[in-house]
């Protein structure tokens, strides 16, 4: 049974996927898409690695979003209103990514995660520092 700290991370990371997806969707510039697409390819094989582990362990794999996503997507809809396509995407990305990282670096931190989840999460802890810095630079280039 995975530890209630690596499943939030599953969530999270759920949530994340999916709100690349929505941002892609946002975008305007052909350009921006793109590298939207290829780092939603990267965090859906993040997600894939964490769910093998939910997986081993007997749990159900993730597949839909958490409540809390929901009501941060809500609100970023909201908002997207006053905000241009390419500009609230980068914003909206930077947001996601530094709040997924800080998630990661806490559960590393934490003593209760079990071994194997450890070392899972320190795999896919690369890829989720790869989408913060891309979160910094597509936000100041569209700032």
């Given at each position: 049974?995975?530890?209630?700290?690596?499943?939030?991370?599953?969530?999270?990371?759920?949530?994340?996927?999916?709100?690349?997806?929505?941002?892609?969707?946002k975008?305007?510039?052909?350009q921006?898409?793109?590298?939207?697409?290829?780092?939603?390819?990267?965090?859906?094989?993040?997600?894939?690695?964490?769910?093998?582990?939910?997986q081993?362990?007997?749990?159900?794999?993730?597949?839909?979003?958490?409540?809390?996503?929901?009501?941060?997507?809500?609100?970023?809809?909201?908002?997207?209103?006053?905000?241009?396509g390419?500009?609230?995407?980068?914003?909206?990305?930077?947001?996601?990514?530094?709040?997924?990282?800080?998630?990661?670096?806490?559960?590393?931190?934490?003593?209760?995660?079990?071994?194997?989840?450890?070392?899972?999460?320190?795999?896919?802890?690369?890829?989720?520092?790869?989408?913060?810095?891309?979160?910094?630079?597509?936000?100041?280039?569209?700032?």
């Open positions: 049974m995975a530890t209630t700290i690596f499943k939030s991370l599953v969530d999270t990371t759920f949530d994340s996927v999916d709100g690349y997806r929505k941002a892609a969707e975008a305007d510039s052909a921006l898409k793109s590298a939207l697409a290829g780092r939603l390819e990267a965090r859906q094989q993040t997600l894939e690695a964490l769910n093998a582990e939910l081993r362990q007997g749990d159900e794999l993730v597949t839909k979003g958490t409540m809390t996503g929901a009501a941060h997507r809500l609100w970023a809809d909201i908002t997207d209103v006053f905000e241009k390419d500009e609230a995407a980068a914003e909206r990305v930077e947001e996601g990514e530094d709040y997924l990282k800080n998630k990661f670096e806490e559960a590393l931190e934490h003593a209760d995660l079990h071994e194997q989840e450890r070392a899972v999460v320190q795999q896919c802890y690369a890829e989720i520092c790869e989408g913060e810095r891309f979160g910094d630079m597509i936000e100041k280039q569209y700032d």
